[in-house]
């Protein structure tokens, strides 16, 4: 997970995980037999960062995948936690994400809270989620779930989608890619 500013902190958690103490080296060589010594690995350490916006200023985290940016988080702040290699999680408060498709298509979506996972790049937006595609669908739900391993989104809890056309699907769960073409809505809205 990439982070700029102000959140250039989190930047930190990987330079700090990393380090681990220097010993000194002996000056004298190992004798021709003498089996080589194993150096010391590298230990995780915990790290705990919070980073807030103010002044026109956004926490801002890039994801990608292969290169590629699969989403943008922009919050007010945020909580990030590092317990190991690739095993950081954040909440964040106001999230604004822009997802991005394989063939570039966004889908731009808002939520009181969110919960990101660098490890399987997932994301879980809460409290009520609405979103919006660059092909003019709009999506309602109470929680939206972007899968980073598959690229597709599950939506549960009063699911409203509507097409440009007109089309309106209701339910209870929606599962679809970025694009919110193929979609399935399931379940009795409640």
Do not use: W
């Amino acid at each position: 997970m990439r982070s700029t500013k102000p959140a250039a902190a989190f930047g930190l958690i990987l330079a700090l995980a990393a380090c681990t103490p220097n010993k000194p080296e002996t000056a004298a060589s190992p004798a021709p037999t003498a089996r080589p010594v194993p150096s010391a690995s590298a230990t995780q350490v915990p790290l705990h960062i919070e980073t807030h916006g103010g002044n026109g200023q956004y926490v801002t985290i890039v994801e990608t995948n292969h290169g590629r940016k699969v989403y943008t988080i922009r919050a007010l702040s945020g909580t990030m936690q590092r317990t190991g290699t690739n095993e950081a999680t954040g909440d964040l408060e106001q999230p604004h994400i822009t997802f991005v498709d394989r063939g570039g298509t966004t889908t731009i979506a808002d939520a009181p809270k969110a919960h990101v996972a660098e490890r399987d790049k997932t994301v879980v937006m809460t409290g009520g989620v609405h979103a919006v595609t660059s092909g003019g669908s709009v999506l309602r739900c109470d929680t939206l779930t972007y899968f980073g391993n598959t690229e597709r989104f599950h939506g549960e809890g009063n699911v409203n989608l509507t097409a440009p056309n007109g089309l309106e699907l209701n339910g209870r769960y929606l599962d679809g890619d970025v694009k919110l073409q193929d979609v399935n809505v399931t379940g009795n809205p409640r």
